[in-house]
């Protein structure tokens, strides 16, 4: 009965009461910041997981590559660039425009000749990446390939140069020339010349280095390449007293 005394006065003592609601008043306290560390935390990763998921467009310009048999076939009628607008992680986006280590390219291996459209798709894109290509598809003309050779021709602009002096052979450096391109455009090729301008007051021989073209009947330039693309031109020009010396000399 005694210690039953001692237990219901300890409880019902000033003391008692003060220690239990220190406790009650610490639990509380560790209650409510642990939550609002808890909140903190939620918010800084939300905060985080936003900057890495915000997303972000960008259009750039790239090379169009063609996959096709060039040593059979030539393909006209195709852009040099395209555009592509990537739409993807903001990170993500910004590394792949800056780098570009991506292709955009048309795939022709399987086409023969004639006019085709094809789509446009890229290739070593990251698939995080959403993308539309400008434009989305292409016409291009497949025409088998071909080459011959054939002579190189001087034209001077004219034949007229100062008083007193004429003109003498013009020779090239190189005698023919390879013409390569479609069937189409090599068939139009009536000649190549090695065009040189030839002045009114002109008192010397003229030698320079001139760009070969490859024209038609009418002499309008035919897209083929040739090969060399110059040679170099000599044009004697001389006086006629040297001319009358050198008659005088051999009678």
């Given amino acids: 009965m005694k210690n039953n005394k001692n237990r219901v006065g300890l409880f019902n003592s000033r003391w008692f009461v003060r220690i239990i609601t220190l406790i009650l008043a610490i639990l509380l306290f560790a209650y409510v910041n642990g939550s609002k560390l808890d909140n903190v935390r939620h918010g800084s990763d939300n905060g985080k997981n936003s900057i890495l998921t ?16 060039s040593d059979r076939y ?18 993500l986006v910004t590394t792949t425009a ?7 390219s048309a795939d022709l291996t399987a086409l023969g000749a004639g006019k085709h459209k094809i789509t446009l798709k890229p290739s070593g894109l990251n698939s995080d990446i959403s993308y539309q290509i400008d434009p989305k598809t292409i016409t291009v003309d497949i025409q088998k390939r071909k ?17 007193g002096y004429k003109l003498g052979k013009a020779t090239a450096s190189a005698q023919t020339a390879t013409i390569t391109g479609s069937v ?3 068939s139009k090729v009536d000649r190549v010349i090695a065009s040189v301008n030839v002045t009114n007051d002109s008192k010397k021989d003229i030698n320079k280095r001139v760009t070969l073209q490859a024209v038609d009947q009418k002499g309008n330039t035919v897209s083929v390449v040739i090969t060399p693309q110059t040679t170099n031109v000599v044009v004697p020009i001389t006086s006629d007293d040297d001319s009358s010396s050198s008659s005088s000399s051999s009678s």
């Fill in 98 to 104: 800056n780098t570009q280590n991506f292709k955009i």
């Fill in 74 to 91: 030539v393909v006209t009628g195709y852009p040099q660039n395209v555009k592509i607008a990537i739409n993807g992680p903001s990170a």
């Fill in 147 to 163: 080459t011959v050779t054939v002579p190189v021709n001087v034209v001077l602009s004219q034949k007229k140069v100062a008083d």
């Fill in 184 to 186: 189409d455009e090599v």
């Fill in 54 to 69: 915000s997303n972000k467009k960008k259009t750039i310009s790239m090379p169009l590559e063609l996959n096709v048999n």
